[in-house]
């Protein structure tokens, strides 16, 4: 049930979520902590070449609000984040 008398339900006058919020603290799911493996970690010149490459990722991608915007505006499509949110958080 999606109704809650005190604030007026959690669904929009749509009849659509008004928010959703998801925590993903797998550590494994974390790029930069690939630095951190000990193969990466005990070589320094390697761990300072993964780090530099993290970082250029996260500037190139992650922190490039246009280059976001337009592949979620025009790559992702409810099917592709639906099937890739089921099976990234699977319901037994």
Same mark, same amino acid.
């Given at each position: ?36 493996? =000990?193969?990466?970690?005990?070589? =320094? ?7 530099? %490459? ?7 991608? %992650? ?5 976001? #915007? ?8 409810? #099917? ?5 949110? #089921? ?6």
């Amino acid at each position: 049930d999606f109704t809650n008398e005190d604030d007026g339900g959690y669904l929009s006058r749509e009849n659509r979520v008004k928010g959703l919020l998801m925590f993903n603290c797998g550590v494994g799911l974390n790029s930069r902590n690939v630095a951190e493996e =000990p193969m990466i970690k005990d070589v =320094p010149l390697k761990r300072f070449f993964v780090s530099e %490459f993290l970082n250029l990722l996260d500037i190139l991608i %992650f922190k490039n609000y246009g280059l976001l #915007k337009y592949i979620l505006t025009n790559v992702v499509t409810q #099917k592709l984040l639906g099937n890739v949110l #089921k099976n990234l958080y699977r319901v037994h």
